[in-house]
């Protein structure tokens, strides 16, 4: 069965904390791998893509452990705007495939 | 910056009737997908969509469920038969050439 596992918290922090999130997933044949954020009853939003190399975007940096089928978040400085769900995704393999979903972990930013 | 639509925001149906969901993908997006997500559960999976032809479906998706691109612009998902367990969020995602999918706001089904 194909899964991506999360904790899901919640993680509580303090504004200006820095917190990290990790996923596993279990199907090796996995092509990309996304991080998006949900805010409460809303849509999924892309936050970034995860490359073999790490990748950084501002506060975000993102990476990636093919070897240990592992991907993890880390939000640097966090503001109260962070407070969402994290959902870790993974693409299945090549063309048309869906995207598999975490559970997400939640994180919430205290002033 | 151009986004998914989706319409209605919200829909009240009782058990067995049909009910139409509405999406309008990105204007240069060609590969289109259902989800849908259970309150307090993730999101699953449902059918992707390319060519005019479905790509790929979920054991979710069974032949209750049906998909079309009626006009060229409207990717619809219409389920036959509503059940209780169909009360979720429905979204739609769309993408271009590139792997990243974007969603639009969801519709949220509630079956009585």
């Known amino acids: 069965r194909k899964e991506v596992e999360q904790d899901p918290g919640p993680f509580n922090v303090p504004e200006g904390a820095t917190v990290a999130f990790n996923c596993t997933y279990s199907?090796?044949?996995?092509?990309?791998f996304f991080w998006y954020r949900q805010d409460c009853r809303k849509e999924p939003k892309l936050l970034m893509s995860?490359?073999?190399s790490g990748n950084e975007d501002g506060r975000f940096t993102a990476q990636l452990n093919r070897a240990s089928q592992y991907i993890s978040l880390l939000i640097r400085d966090s503001k109260l705007s962070d407070s969402a769900t994290y959902l870790c995704?993974?693409?299945?393999?090549?063309?048309?495939?869906?995207?598999?979903f975490g559970k997400g972990t939640r994180l919430s930013v205290i002033a | 910056e151009p986004e998914v639509t989706q319409t209605p925001s919200h829909q009240v149906t009782q058990m067995g009737q049909e009910v139409i969901l509405r999406c309008v993908p990105i204007?240069?997006?060609?590969?289109f997908y259902w989800y849908r997500q259970i309150l307090g559960q993730k999101v699953e999976f449902l059918v992707s969509f390319y060519n005019n032809e479905i790509s790929e479906k979920s054991e979710i998706f069974d032949d209750q469920f049906s998909v079309e691109r009626p006009d060229g612009s409207n990717f619809t998902l219409k389920i036959r038969s509503t059940k209780l367990e169909d009360s979720a969020m429905y979204f739609c995602?769309?993408?271009?050439?590139?792997?990243?999918?974007?969603f639009g706001p969801g519709t949220r089904l509630t079956v009585t």
């Open positions: 204007s240069n997006h060609l590969y």
């Open positions: 995602a769309t993408r271009s050439g590139a792997y990243e999918q974007y």
């Open positions: 995704v993974v693409l299945g393999g090549p063309g048309n495939t869906p995207l598999v």
């Open positions: 995860v490359y073999s």
């Open positions: 199907n090796s044949a996995s092509q990309s």
